[in-house]
């Protein structure tokens, strides 16, 4: 009896798979996963067939691909998409890869609106990953005051050392100056305007304004390092405010930058209320109670960071190359040495980190600030100068406090992918409207991991070390990593499956 029911069910399922076979043919085939889609809310154990780039079926059926992932005990989730990566060189999209970042766009800083086009076409066919950059506010400014054209952050040692882009107040002519490069940033298909307000105050009310006009004309978003960042919980909120007003005035996309700082359960409540009433705003956070920035940032100034918000260099200032705090007298030497060294700063209570997981609204990107020497692909991560552990460890940071503190998984991969398509999606722009999602018929962007062992590792003191507990990432349908390992070999052999998010 028990070897004919063995026969049985041996006969079936072998006619089922033949059967299958011949109807279906899949590339991948996601097979046994908990498919978990922030877009629906389905949670559920079912097999996911990849076809030419998109998610064909998603079944309890048995599916039969050229390839196949045993994904037993493990979730499968769309993507993550990250809207501030700094890493703009092909080793940091392939650290952001390691983290189960499938697209990474440099929304804040951006790129010089001169260059979009040449940016774009640096990347296409030979990225890791989906990239994408917004037109630089910042930038603009260099190119009009400081006459410097810095491509993207990879160039930022070139601008951020001049006098004018952060001070200066432009006349009536180089504000039309400004915006005009912006303008033909935004004509070359940028992602909106990313405007570095806080490092520049130069930037009157009236300049943020114009600019902010202008992303309205387009339609698109501006995403902003709030006026005084980090600041008090009066300047978070007022600067936030600001951002707000002219985005409700103007009818205009806007997105919060990293508002991990004070005030930033009114921040939220602000966001949220625009949301309610039907406003497309939104909002980032990293989660993390340090960030990291270029050390001649104005905010770190005595009168302002010591007179003003009462601070110490002594416990905030963090020199990632010698791991040492800085003094006010460091803190003094090193800003005339050395302007763009990045410190890490910190700011925030750890244990506010937790309450930020699974905010409604609210995406989480990573700020990663890597260094920028470009290096090979293939350097060895845990070789690279010591940086933020951010760029390597955002996501699955987030996923590992999930775990350990019982948040909503759910919740968490609504702020890794959907919540930043749906914006995207609302502000037009067609790449979004097709991914951040487990849908049939999207784009079969899929990330892969271990819901138990999944993990950052690294630390302020060795930032560059990889995340682990990813079994699998898809870009475009495509496995670009297998067992936290991504699959060099790809590379230099064809078009890599990397897609330009632009306009
Ligand atoms: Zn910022």
């Excluded at 009236?206 to 919980?233: C, K, M, W, Y």
């Excluded at 909503?408 to 991969?413: F, G, I, K, N, P």
């Amino acid at each position: 009896m028990h070897t004919t029911l063995v026969r049985l069910l041996f006969i079936t399922s072998a006619f089922h798979c033949s059967a299958l076979a011949a109807q279906s043919d899949f590339d991948v085939v996601i097979a046994n996963g908990r498919i978990m889609d922030p877009s629906t809310g389905t949670d559920r154990i079912a097999n996911l067939g990849v076809r030419d780039g998109r998610i064909a079926a998603i079944s309890t059926e048995v599916l039969v691909g050229t390839k196949t992932i045993d994904a037993t005990g493990k979730v499968v989730a769309p993507g993550f998409i990250d809207t501030h990566f700094h890493g703009t060189l092909p080793i940091h999209y392939r650290m952001a890869l390691r983290m189960g970042v499938t697209t990474a766009m440099d929304l804040e800083f951006g790129a010089s609106g001169k260059r979009i086009d040449e940016w774009y076409a640096q990347r296409e066919g030979s990225s890791l990953i989906n990239f994408g950059t917004s037109v630089s506010h910042e930038l603009a400014r260099a190119s009009v005051l400081d006459g410097v054209d810095a491509i993207d952050t990879s160039e930022a040692y070139k601008s951020r050392p001049q006098p004018n882009w952060s001070r200066a107040v432009p006349t009536a002519q180089q504000h039309e100056a400004l915006l005009a490069i912006a303008r033909q940033g935004l004509n070359s298909g940028a992602i909106g305007i990313g405007s570095t307000l806080g490092y520049m105050p130069g930037v009157s009310a009236d300049e943020l304004f114009a600019v902010q006009s202008l992303s309205a004309e387009f339609g698109r978003q501006i995403s902003v390092h709030l006026r005084h960042t980090p600041g008090n919980d009066t300047d978070e909120i007022t600067g936030a405010q600001e951002v707000l007003a002219n985005a409700a005035a103007l009818g205009a996309p806007a997105m919060i930058n990293h508002f991990n700082n004070r005030g930033w359960r009114t921040v939220h409540q602000l966001i949220r209320g625009m949301q309610n009433n039907g406003h497309n705003v939104w909002g980032e956070i990293y989660p993390y109670h340090a960030g990291a920035t270029t050390i001649n940032a104005v905010f770190f100034e005595p009168r302002n960071w010591v007179d003003r918000l009462g601070n110490r260099y002594e416990n905030t200032l963090l020199d990632p190359s010698t791991n040492e705090f800085l003094t006010q007298a460091n803190y003094l030497q090193l800003r005339e040495s050395d302007p763009t060294r990045v410190v890490i700063v910190f700011k925030s209570p750890e244990e506010e980190v937790v309450e930020w997981l699974g905010l409604e609204g609210i995406s989480i990107a990573s700020d990663g600030l890597p260094d920028l020497q470009p290096v090979p692909i293939d350097t060895d991560l845990a070789s690279l100068p010591n940086a933020h552990p951010r760029a390597t460890g955002t996501y699955a940071k987030a996923l590992r406090m999930a775990r350990e503190n019982n948040l909503s998984l759910m919740a968490v991969l609504k702020q890794t992918s959907y919540t930043t398509a749906q914006h995207f999606e609302a502000a037009g722009l067609s790449a979004m409207a097709q991914r951040g999602r487990l849908t049939e018929g999207a784009v079969a962007d899929i990330v892969v991991f271990d819901p138990e062992r999944v993990t950052d590792n690294s630390t302020f003191r060795k930032g560059t070390l990889p995340a682990s507990g990813f079994a699998a990432v898809l870009v475009s349908g495509e496995l670009m990593l297998e067992n936290d390992r991504v699959l060099l070999e790809k590379v230099g052999n064809g078009p890599l499956p990397g897609k330009a998010i632009r306009y």
